[in-house]
């Protein structure tokens, strides 16, 4: 079973930075695919950002050239550095473990984009 933990939200000013993280479980860490989603009151859950094993990258068009998902694989842990944000960006951030095509998701974490 592996375990995922968010962290790092938190209320930031429209166009202020954040840095999430996303620690996981186990010692296949390398071989998770790793990804960010969010999602809104009322709305469903979106991929915002993905990373796999080889470290390629794939973002949501709306946050391309705002943020950026990396992963550290001594750490055991996936980030999300979003930068410009705006007011939409508000949502509770879900990271996602992939292992052999079972997903392994962590509670969330709440970010809010206000003045």
């Known amino acids: 079973q592996v375990q995922v933990v968010e962290s790092g939200g938190g209320l930031v000013q429209p166009g202020g930075s954040l840095r999430l993280s996303c620690a996981a479980t186990g010692s296949a860490f390398s071989r998770y695919t790793m990804s960010w989603y969010r999602q809104a009151p009322g709305k469903e859950r979106d991929l915002v950002a993905l990373i796999t094993t080889s470290g390629g990258t794939n973002y949501a068009e709306f946050v391309k050239g705002r943020f950026t998902i990396s992963r550290d694989n001594a750490k055991n842990t996936v980030y999300l550095q979003m930068n410009s944000l705006k007011p939409e960006d508000t949502a509770v951030y879900h990271c996602?473990?992939?292992?052999?095509?079972?997903?392994?998701w962590g509670q969330g974490t709440q970010v809010t984009v206000s003045s």
């Open positions: 996602k473990a992939r292992h052999f095509w079972v997903d392994y």
